[in-house]
């Protein structure tokens, strides 16, 4: 992104909120028609993934440093609720701030070591940091309950409720990153990924705000790590296994990685296709492998970014025909 024209970025920002919005408006309105509660279920789970994603796309999409972490994250914010509701009977209304607190504080400590690091070595220390945690996890029979995962109390009863519980959580996500990004910080970070060396040569001060960045981003994953457990009711080593990162990878780059927009649109296209694929052979990861080299070779700016130029040539053909 050109930081010197911030008109440009801000009307590309708003058109990207608009369309945010209209998703959202249609989300809320799917429990009309929508009478299964499996169907329901999936919902849920998809804005759940849409939680991830686009707190991973703040990281990878605008700030250009590619962790693989997310899911580890969002693992580690699940079991925080629950170890605090296991071992210490912490009501929820002090476990779910932990779950972002908690890997807020950890992204903080792991991004002032690993973010002096670029390209490939973040990825691949990031990604040894999720085994680490999980193996930890896994192995902690004693203190995590291992494989068997803990129990987590239930914030709501009923499904319903909580399909507007986690659609309010992604309007507050989706509303805290256009604020961060109407912000100077979103424009140091897209100069970041642009160009560090020019971006720090601008007097940009390229570590804090790529920490920033990841403490942000890790705590939107942990935040919805929690939730997600309190729904599920239970937590599990399976939150932070590497496919379950490959699915959020998947869902930015199909949606449209660096847009507002792209991550919504990825993760309940992706997640309700995973469902349906389920039932022909559970080839879904071999599909979206696939689509993701495709997209990240012709289509970098995702399906937000083949609507954004369709109306766009629409438009121009309009004007030449008046």
């Known amino acids: 992104m050109n930081t010197r024209h911030p008109n440009l970025h801000s009307s590309k920002l708003r058109n990207e909120l608009w369309l945010s919005l209209v998703v959202l408006a249609v989300l809320a309105v799917l429990p009309a028609f929508v009478q299964s509660t499996y169907w329901l279920g999936v919902l ?3 804005m759940y993934f849409a939680i991830i994603a686009s707190g991973w796309n703040l990281l990878a999409g605008y700030a250009g440093q590619f962790s693989l972490a997310p899911a580890a994250f969002a693992m580690l914010g699940g079991y ?7 071992h210490l009977q912490a009501p929820l209304w002090i476990g779910l701030p932990m779950a972002a607190i908690i890997p807020g504080l950890v992204g903080l400590v792991l991004g002032r070591i690993v973010l002096r690091l670029s390209g490939a070595y973040l990825a691949l220390t990031t990604l040894s940091f999720a085994e680490i945690l999980r193996l930890v996890i896994y192995n902690s029979i004693d203190f995590t309950r291992g494989d068997q995962g803990l129990t ?9 409720a909580y399909y507007y519980l986690f659609l309010a959580a992604l309007a507050l996500v989706v509303g805290l990153i256009y604020w961060l990004l109407r912000r100077p910080m979103g424009r140091f970070l897209q100069a970041i990924r642009d160009d560090e060396i020019g971006a720090a040569s601008r007097g940009v001060n390229v570590l804090r705000y790529k920490t920033l960045a990841f403490l942000i981003s890790c705590a939107i994953c942990g935040f919805a790590g929690g939730l997600y457990g309190t ?21 930015v780059v199909i949606g449209g990685m ?24 559970n080839i879904q990861m071999i599909v979206f492998a696939f689509l993701v080299v495709v997209f990240a070779r012709y289509f970098r ?9 369709s109306m766009l040539r629409r438009a121009v053909a309009h004007r030449k025909e008046a």
């Open 258 to 281: 660096g847009t507002l927009v792209g991550p919504l649109i990825g993760a309940l296209l992706v997640y309700t296709a995973s469902e349906v694929l389920r039932d022909v052979g």
């Open 152 to 160: 987590v109390p239930s914030l709501l009863n009923d499904r319903t």
């Open 80 to 86: 925080s609720t629950a170890l605090l509701a296991y």
């Open 231 to 251: 729904f599920a009711r239970l937590v599990s080593p399976e939150l932070g296994l590497i496919a379950q990162t490959g699915l959020v990878i998947a869902m």
């Open 301 to 309: 700016e995702g399906l937000w970014g083949l609507l954004r130029r």
């Open 44 to 46: 849920i789970v998809s």
